[in-house]
């Protein structure tokens, strides 16, 4: 669809526009002098030119208002299927961002020793980048490995994860230990799943919105405006919102009830609503036989009993009990209705179907048994899980397009909420719920990735064989066999490698548009651990607090200024691409990050060749024969871009996306996104109620003698305990977690519009705790938290605030603040609550995700 604002006032009322954005500028960027009398007036030119938001995750769809090749304002794409028209405060204020005259304006070289506030002198680009080039080949000429590349937000995976780790042979560390992983990592595991959890917005009756941050985050896959949408179309049909969190607030109007949840519980209700479901019947036999392993037979030493060699084609298949003919055949025999309850012998064995171990297990789960552990009235916790029940409408079908699919409109979201000591098993019993109704993969149900696709770690984390050598980040280690790569878990190992059993430690890292000082918990620890780096680049718009202190050469980003993609455009709902394309040309001498690598992989000698830079992009762009990009010359990103767009059908090439902004493509059809709608059904795996494999890691971790802390929660059924953190000593009488500000986004806003919002950090506390402890609101007072197994203490002040919507033993700090040194506009906006969290033993998932709550101590200042 055309653009048709680039014909739209091509004159009018631009001078007035281009001074009144002039005058929001600080800095020396333009000098305005006064027209002589007289004289004749300079040509305005102005266009509107489509790109897409660079602050936030989502990447909207944007307009830039451009005149005479600066852009002086920002609207909503009407055409983008992500936002239709519409900013956030982010999005809208990431202009005065692009114009931050405290960006770094050039390459930058350390002059002073590192592990204090930097002083720097700018260089040219050739003099940085063969700086950087240079210790990289250093490095790599001993062991590639000794070289990390450590990611924030990747905004094109194809070019920086894929294209330039494997040419340099880096290894990669990732953002989303901090995020939403364990959640990814339960899902890959039980569903199959590259994603955690959604509903289909436009069919879905009964939501759980499970620590779903409503009006301040995105939510599962997404970064605000998409979800917030659709949401409130569906409120508009009827749908019933149940909110579980700690907070009310982030839910507000949204939520029709409100379960106070007492935080790192949800284990224990997921397994409450499972008991309730499974005592009143509301169970979806026909998809627990068919699609997942409910049914096969577990021996007493938990794992499954399989077919003996036979030479037939089920040979090691897991067995079921065909209770019409009495007797046990391997699962996906024809005409088989395998016994789901029960118990049986084979083999003069006494064997039981893995549902029934499920169902005596989730027996004693009651909701009196959960209110105690949650903080929930139990005839709360019953009354959701009979709804859950009676909405799921099992049994029924809708047609869509041309398919008669099952319906069952009840389903969860959740992302965040996976950042939590049990954060694994948690989800995976969060995802037995909708798995007990049936309602994964069906309309209106739970819905995860925006297409059904099985990731490759389904079978991965299924055969996992544990290494007495692990790398950096642990992964198949003993100690986190499902790792989720934690940076600050690599902090750890870095001050104590013997005790992971690793042996080298990286030399150099390169961070692109990260900050660990700032952003990841356990400052101490990754303070402590970037002292053993040698060298130090980093890649990054403004001097982050790890730069400042560590950076042995800065490479200026561009912000929006720069050409980037593909990107995702689909809501779920629309099939759609879109570029980051330049409203203007880099400010200051600042550079996009994709010309960034290309220089750095021309400087390292690893950009063209069978095994460069090129070759390995056109794999990660999926560019083949005619269509790839020559792999023989440094092409520009344009002409990259250009490649990719006519090798997926646009004639025009770039151009399109130059004119357009975002490719339509269509609906997403049902069988892309229903898992009931697939060929074959749920792209032909089984989905996984008992965890047998997880078993196996534990048996092999008891081998391997590692302390029960680390194997505990590798069982086959998600299994509630006593949390690590509950051991602290009883005047840690509050739990503090974490969450996120719509106004914010990692350290991509020092944003002086946005910051009146919310210019400094608070500390939420509910009223009747504060005025227990003398504390008014608006008082400073300290925060003290307390590692429950080292015993170690960290202290900050914060300003106290009043919530009457937070739970009384809970206090809560966004995570947003703290992150810089030196910006002026981001001076004494108080800590951050990394501060007082933890790593390690405890304080981690066992995929080695980082929990984001801690015991602490409020008193007044």
Request: proline share 6%.
């Amino acid at each position: 669809m055309k653009i048709t604002r680039r014909e739209f006032i091509k004159t009018s009322a631009v001078a007035g526009g281009a001074l009144a954005a002039s005058g929001l500028l600080d800095g020396e960027l333009e000098t305005l002098v006064a027209a002589t009398p007289g004289a004749k007036a300079a040509a305005v030119t102005e266009e509107w030119i489509p790109t897409t938001c660079w602050i936030g995750k989502q990447d909207c769809g944007m307009l830039a208002r451009v005149v005479n090749g600066r852009v002086v304002k920002l609207e909503g794409h009407p055409d983008h299927p992500r936002n239709r028209g519409t900013l956030c405060p982010k999005g809208v204020g990431q202009l005065t961002a692009l114009y931050d005259p405290n960006r770094v304006k050039g390459p930058l070289v350390r002059t002073n020793e590192k592990g204090v506030p930097g002083t720097w002198k700018q260089v040219s680009w050739d003099e940085a980048l063969t700086l950087v080039a240079d210790k990289m080949n250093e490095v790599r000429a001993k062991d590639p490995h000794l070289l990390v590349w450590q990611k924030g937000r990747s905004k094109a995976k194809p070019f920086y994860d894929t294209a330039f780790v494997k040419s340099s042979g880096a290894v990669k560390l990732h953002h989303g230990a901090f995020c939403s992983d364990a959640g990814y990592r339960a899902l890959e595991y039980t569903i199959g799943t590259h994603a955690v959890l959604s509903p289909d917005f436009r069919h879905t009756k009964y939501l759980l919105a499970w620590g779903w941050n409503v009006t301040n985050a995105g939510g599962n896959k997404l970064c605000w405006i998409t979800w917030p949408q659709q949401l409130t179309q569906a409120k508009e049909r009827g749908l019933k919102v149940v909110d579980i969190d700690p907070r009310l607030r982030s839910a507000a109007h949204f939520a029709d009830d409100w379960l106070p949840i007492r935080p790192g519980t949800d284990l224990a209700l997921a397994l409450a609503l499972c008991n309730v479901i499974i005592e009143r019947g509301t169970v979806d036999w026909a998809y627990l036989k068919q699609y997942t392993n409910s049914p096969y037979l577990v021996d007493k030493d938990g794992f499954f009993v399989r077919a003996k060699p036979t030479g037939d084609e089920k040979e090691g298949n897991p067995l079921v009990w065909n209770a019409a003919a009495k007797k046990a055949v391997p699962h996906g025999t024809e005409g088989a209705d395998p016994a789901m309850e029960g118990e049986f012998t084979v083999n003069g064995v006494k064997v039981q179907p893995a549902f029934q171990l499920f169902k005596d297990h989730v027996a004693k789960s009651t909701p009196e048994w959960a209110a105690k552990i949650t903080g929930l009235p139990a005839e709360q916790i019953r009354k959701v899980g009979e709804e859950l029940g009676d909405n799921a409408m099992i049994g029924s079908t809708i047609e869509i397009d041309g398919m008669a699919l099952p319906y069952r409109p009840v389903a969860v979201m959740a992302y965040h909420v996976a950042q939590q000591e049990l954060g694994f098993q948690a989800l995976r019993a969060v995802t037995m719920i909708s798995m007990l109704l049936g309602s994964i993969g069906a309309v209106g149900g739970q819905t995860s990735d925006f297409t059904w696709k099985i990731h490759k770690n389904y079978k991965g984390l299924d055969n996992i064989e544990i290494t007495d050598s692990p790398n950096l980040y642990l992964n198949k280690s003993k100690f986190y066999p499902i790792n989720s790569n934690n940076s600050s878990i690599v902090a750890k190992v870095m001050l104590n490698p013997d005790k992971y059993g690793v042996e080298k430690i990286p030399e150099m890292a390169i961070l692109h548009m990260v900050n660990p000082l700032g952003s990841f918990p356990d400052y101490d620890a990754n303070f402590e651990a970037y002292k053993k780096f040698k060298f130090v680049a980093v890649i990054d718009p403004w001097l982050s607090r790890t730069a400042d202190y560590f950076a042995d050469v800065v490479l200026p980003a561009a912000t929006l200024e720069k050409y980037e993609g593909p990107i995702s455009a689909t809501d779920q709902y629309v099939d759609a691409k879109a570029m980051r394309i330049p409203p203007m040309d880099p400010l200051f001498d600042s550079k996009g990050d994709i010309d960034i690598y290309l220089d750095l992989c021309e400087k390292a000698g690893i950009l063209t060749g069978e095994d460069g830079y090129l070759a390995h992009l056109n794999k990660g762009l999926k560019l083949e024969g005619d269509s790839a990009i020559p792999t023989d010359k440094k092409p520009t990103v344009r002409e990259i871009l250009d490649i990719w767009s006519k090798a997926n059908g646009l004639e025009e090439g770039i151009a399109f996306f130059e004119e357009n902004g975002v490719q339509l493509k269509g609906p997403v059809k049902a069988g892309k996104y229903y898992g009931y709608a697939a060929d074959p059904v749920f792209g032909g795996v089984i989905h996984r109620l008992y965890g047998e494999s997880l078993l196996g890691y534990q048996q092999q971790m008891k081998k391997a003698k590692v302390d029960k802390i680390y194997w505990q929660d590798y069982t086959a059924l998600p299994t509630w305990r006593p949390l690590t953190l509950d051991k602290s000593p009883k005047d840690y009488d509050l739990y503090l977690t974490s969450y996120h500000m719509i106004e914010y986004k990692q350290s991509r806003t020092p944003l002086p519009l946005v910051r009146e919002l919310a210019p400094t950090q608070l500390m939420e506390i509910n009223p009747k705790t504060a005025q227990a402890k003398g504390i008014a609101d608006g008082d400073e007072v300290w925060i003290e938290s307390q590692n429950a197994v080292t015993k170690e203490t960290r202290k900050v002040k914060v300003t106290a605030s009043y919530r009457e919507s937070i739970r009384p033993d809970t206090v809560a700090m966004p995570h947003h603040y703290g992150q810089h040194t030196k910006h002026p506009w981001l001076k004494d906006d108080g800590p951050s609550p990394n501060t007082l969290f933890f790593t390690g033993e405890g304080y981690v998932t066992n995929t080695a995700d980082q929990t984001y709550h801690v015991k602490v101590k409020v008193e007044k200042a």
